[in-house]
Each structure stands twice: as structure tokens, then as C-alpha cells.
């Protein structure tokens, strides 16, 4: 069993930056891929950004490839987005997810466990 916190969301003008952190509890952390997943009003949640068991890997939603960074340090169970130049579209409650199969994973149906959800508000 894993449960994860997110934290670091807020409100903050376009083209400004945010950290999003999810901290996992249990020992098995490191076997776990992690999502970024987000998730607007009226909307589908969807992918953002993914990272494999041990780090190496990584992948993002063509939305926000260039913009946001996900990180993971397996000493510290904690999974982190770098959110820069931040645009109106980006706002969503954001949540952090873990995959038991540690690799990558696009759609939210193959996330056996899910944070509570972060919310990011990016004004105009």
C-alpha cells in the first residue's frame, strides 16, 4: 500500500513557476513509476509527465514538454514537477500517481494509487 501527498500548488500569474511535490509513504517507493496527472472543470483528467522506477526515464504530454521537469529522489520517497513559464491552460487540480509496474504509463487506469489532488491556478 502507498499513499501519496501533493503539495506546492497555488496561484500564480502567466509565465510564472510553481513546484509541485508528492511525498509516498511505504518501502517500496523506488518500484514505482510516477505520473503527474492534472485534471480542469468539466474536463478528462489527463497525462502530464512520467518517471521510471530509477529516474532515468522520462516522458511528457506535448503540453507542457519543455516547460515542466519531473524528478524523483528514492532516499526521500518524493516525486517533484517543475512547472515554469506557467500559462492560463495549465490551471487543473494536479495529482500525483504511482504505477506498480515502475514504467511508463499513459493512461490513468494502469495508476494503482493516487494523491488527493493539488490545485494550480495560473491567471491571465
Known amino acids: 500500500q502507498v499513499q501519496l501527498v501533493e503539495s506546492g500548488g497555488g496561484l500564480v500569474q502567466a509565465g510564472g513557476s510553481l513546484r509541485l511535490s508528492c511525498v509516498a509513504s511505504g518501502r517500496t517507493f523506488s518500484m514505482y513509476g510516477m505520473g503527474w496527472f492534472r485534471q480542469a472543470p468539466g474536463k478528462e483528467r489527463e497525462f502530464v509527465a512520467h518517471?521510471?522506477?530509477?529516474?532515468?526515464?522520462?516522458y511528457y504530454a506535448d503540453s507542457v514538454k519543455g516547460r515542466f521537469t519531473i524528478s524523483r529522489d528514492n532516499a526521500k520517497n518524493t516525486v517533484s514537477l517543475q512547472m515554469i513559464s506557467l500559462k492560463p491552460e495549465d490551471t487543473a487540480v494536479y495529482y500525483c500517481?504511482?504505477?506498480?509496474?515502475?514504467?511508463?504509463?499513459?493512461?490513468?487506469?494502469?495508476?494503482?494509487?493516487w494523491g488527493q489532488g493539488t490545485q494550480v491556478t495560473v491567471s491571465s
Open positions: 500517481a504511482a504505477n506498480r509496474l515502475g514504467v511508463l504509463r499513459l493512461q490513468p487506469g494502469d495508476y494503482d494509487y
Open positions: 518517471i521510471n522506477w530509477s529516474g532515468e526515464s522520462t
